[in-house]
Nanobody
Framework: QVQLVESGGGLVQAGGSLRLSCAASTRTLSDYAMGWFRQAPGKEREVVAAISRSGGTTYADSVKGRFTISRDNAKSTVYLQMSSLKPKDTAVYYC?????????????????????WGQGTQVTVST
């Protein structure tokens, strides 16, 4: 069982930046692929970014060039650096991890591929 706790959300003006953190309860974060998802009111959950065990990354088209996902296995933490934020980025952001032992180079982008989820952190971007 892996517990995930997100932090770093808040209210920011359009064009601003935020860094989300996801602290995992495991000491072997390197065994897991990780992802960030978001869900806006009235919309389905969507993948924002994902990172493989080896550090390979993928991004939703809507955030490419503005968001960066990274991981620090020694700290058991995954980050999402968000820049040039737009009002349409407003959502609850969730951190998720796969089961351990997933292929080292695989970057999962479907929610069903993730096994553990955090409680979410609200990000609100004002005009």
């Amino acid at each position: 069982q892996v517990q995930l706790v997100e932090s770093g959300g808040g209210l920011v003006q359009a064009g601003g930046s935020l860094r989300l953190s996801c602290a995992a309860s495991t000491r072997t974060l390197s065994d897991y692929a990780m992802g960030w998802f978001r869900q806006a009111p009235g919309k389905e959950r969507e993948v924002v970014a994902a990172i493989s065990r080896s550090g390979g990354t993928t991004y939703a088209d809507s955030v490419k060039g503005r968001f960066t996902i990274s991981r620090d296995n020694a700290k058991s933490t995954v980050y999402l650096q968000m820049s040039s934020l737009k009002p349409k980025d407003t959502a609850v952001y969730y951190c998720a991890s796969t089961c351990n032992g997933i292929s080292r180079y695989y970057v999962p982008i479907q929610g069903r591929e993730y096994h553990y989820w955090g409680q979410g952190t609200q990000v609100t971007v004002s005009t």
